[in-house]
């Protein structure tokens, strides 16, 4: 029998190699399973290629520090076979303990076969020394080798899966203890293979080629340490990125429960909001279904509210709405919600009464419970109500349309002197009317060349041009005059005139869009709104296709606008839909972004470009912390997830210092510049390309232009 030789340099080198590679296999555990999508492919098949080279480079260190008194000779490829056995299991090992969850039985499976395949490694790796006669192992060391193995692979599984779960600062104790363990085991399962290999005397070697060992082994050491040390710094800077959505998104999400606790209550009074209301009321009115009895919706306003303010001050006028609104729920029967609703007017939900008369019971006693004075701290005072009152189901089983009944009901009762109740009568229904109007006329305003499309620009906040305009579309109604799209949008969308008008907006904005170009214009690129209610017409893209090829345009030159709403009411069809127009090379933007509720899950998956900061907060950003937070929460997720940012209806300089502090990519409002006619917007980009931009916080007092057509009164307007 030979005696064999260690050279103990080389087996140090194996053992921090193999406990390197056991740590690496933690790590990668961890971004596997942390990360979703393409990046989890990532992880797990570039993880596998440097975690397979890590073990089988322990191996072969290993059989490098083997020392025969010959000369020794070693096999390439069957060094080359220990590699691609390696790889196989580690991959295997990698998908299993990243996988969903691990029982028993699956840790047990997972532990034999990458136990098995790590030893398998060790001995095809011995193999290498292609010797005659055969080595002869021991039998007792190979069962060993392999059960060392097989332990430490459990060990290792059942601890990499309960600490994936854990944050990295709880993983810096159980980490490391755990890849020493892994590593400490793999190496000696490897020189127990090794141990238990015997030279016969004369061995000689057959095939192989000879290699310096010392050399080999070094070099094969520092190409493993780089890599493993670039998986590391990888996995660093990956989970920090990860770390950082994951607050962003936990931000997001608790301003915006902040944000719905607000929307639901009224501040000056502490009652429910108008909205919660509504809510309220909807539910109540499917619940009464087909059940009979009936629900009262009361409008309260106060009379001439609006003098006791002016003359005693707000503060007494909040004063007085609290006890008004204490008053209500506390002195009536069968009422079933107090709330309030815009200025001077309270909501009342009446339940639980058997039929009209006993309604007209409960709104009289609502108008008597005034007849004491409210007592305040100067004053005792008297307010007299003007009651209107909507009934369910008569008068409908909507909750909007209930409420614009009340509502009705009542200002017929203030304008008929105040104090008094009265009940909504379906015969004038002027609402309805104007409605039904406008529907007409929008069909003919198609035809007849109504409609004009007028152009908002987004400005780079660092150099002050002009990135984009957004088109706007501006309805000229021949007796109306000008309408405004908040007016007749709703409408177009119910009776689905908006495909066909959507379709004039697409075609006229890329035509648009080539006339400049034609023109030599600075190139520029044109957005348009897009409704849900289109979006969802199956041929949208389509049409966006047909658009771009008659024009001949840049499809890059085109954005496409949608509302967070609508993506997100149809996440998954939103997704294939929006993925469609990118293909085409057109840019998407979520528009009045942070008023609905994005799921995180979706919006990373979504093919977008652009947010759009919606209105009401950038209304705020400058003097409420909760708006600022949420602005400042979006643009957090805007970078983390490389969208361009856009700050909408940006009208004051604070507004603008603030979301420039915050980091936001573009703004736009009337602050820089109006919506723009088509003919405007020539001689504006080009003196925008003429001036030098130099950011937006160094520019001068910015000009303030009129706003073109409806545009501004209409936005304008609360709510
Ligand atoms: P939006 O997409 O959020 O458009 C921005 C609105 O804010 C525009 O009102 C714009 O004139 C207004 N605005 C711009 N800067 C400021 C500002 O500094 N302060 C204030 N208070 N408002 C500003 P507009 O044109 O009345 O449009 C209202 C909405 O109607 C749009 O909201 C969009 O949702 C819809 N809309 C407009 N054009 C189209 C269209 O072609 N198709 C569809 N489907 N919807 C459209
Ligand atoms: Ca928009
Ligand atoms: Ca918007």
Known sequence: VLIANYSWGLVALSLVVSVASAWTLLTLVARVSQSSGRLASAWLFGGAAVLGLGFFAADALGVLALRLPVPMRYDVE????????????????????????????????AATSMGAGLSAVHFVALSALDVVPDVDYDRRLVVVAVAVAVAAAYTALTSSFALRQRAPHELRGPQPATAAVLGVGLAASLFAAVAGARFAGGTTFDGGIGLQPGACGVALFLGVTVLMSAVHGLALVDACLARRQREHAETLARTRAELEFRRRHDPATGLPSRGAFAERLQARADELGGRGGLLGVVALGLDRFALVNDSLGHGVGDLLLRAVGERLGSSVHHVDLVARGDGDQFLVLVAGVPDRTALEGVARDLLASFSVAFALPAVDLFLSPSIGVAVCPDDGGEAEALLAHANEAMRAAKADGGHQVRFFEPGARPYSETRLDLENDLHRALARDEFELVYQPKVDVRTGRIRGLEALLRWHHPVRGPVAPSEFIPVAEESRLIV????????????????????????????????????????????????LATSGIDPGCLTVEVT??????????????LSEIRRLGVRVAIDDFGTGYSSMNYLRRLPIHELKIDRSFVQDVAHRDDARSIVQAIVMLGIALRLTTVAEGVETADQRDVLIALGCDQLQGYLTHAPLSAADVPEVLRRNVAEDGG???????????????????????PG
């Open 500 to 547: 066909p008008i959507g379709r004039f907006v697409l075609r006229e904005a890329c035509r648009q869009l080539r006339v400049w170009r034609d023109a030599g214009l600075p190139p520029v690129g044109v957005a348009i709104n897009v409704s849900p209610v289109q979006f969802r017409a199956s041929r949208f893209a389509d049409e966006v296709r047909d658009a």
């Open 564 to 577: 967070e709403t609508a993506v997100m009411t149809n996440a998954e069809s939103s997704v294939e839909m």
């Open 78 to 109: 069957r060094l080359g076979l220990a590699a691609l056995v390696a790889l196989l299991t580690s991959g295997l090992t990698l998908a299993v303990a990243s996988g969903p969850g691990l029982d028993r039985a699956r840790v047990t499976v």
């Open 695 to 717: 950011g937006l916080a160094t520019l001068g007092p910015p000009r303030r232009l009129r706003p073109v057509g409806v545009g501004r009164s209409a936005a304008a307007k």
